[in-house]
């Protein structure tokens, strides 16, 4: 039996400085996944670490009392394009360009995955 939460690390990239950043994601029931916490990761290590290998699905949230947001810009929220690239959102714009893909698209809908890594 497992009693611990699940963690797992999103990667992410910021749509302002396009620099990478890792978000701490916590399956707090099942396949309820939240976010709670943001962190930079220099980009030597991002493609390094073996971080965006496996998918989570589920709901997919907010803390929004504790996710700190993008530690580049600070946007409050999270976007995922089509290409599987997840980036910060301010939740204003409703147009964005994709950090990863360069793709600019509009925003709609909930994540309903996103790409993750074992927290190590
Ligand atoms: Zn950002
Ligand atoms: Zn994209």
Redesign the pocket.
Known sequence: MREIPQVVIAMARCRNSKKAFGIRVEERGPSQWVADWAFSIPENKASKEGYGHSEISGTFAIDSQQYPGCPHCHARLIVK?????T?CWDGEQRKVS??????K?VIGGEIESLSAGNDR
Not at 81 to 85: A, L, R, T, Y
């Open positions: 394009c089509s290409c599987g690239g980036a994709c950090p990863w893909c360069g793709a698209g």
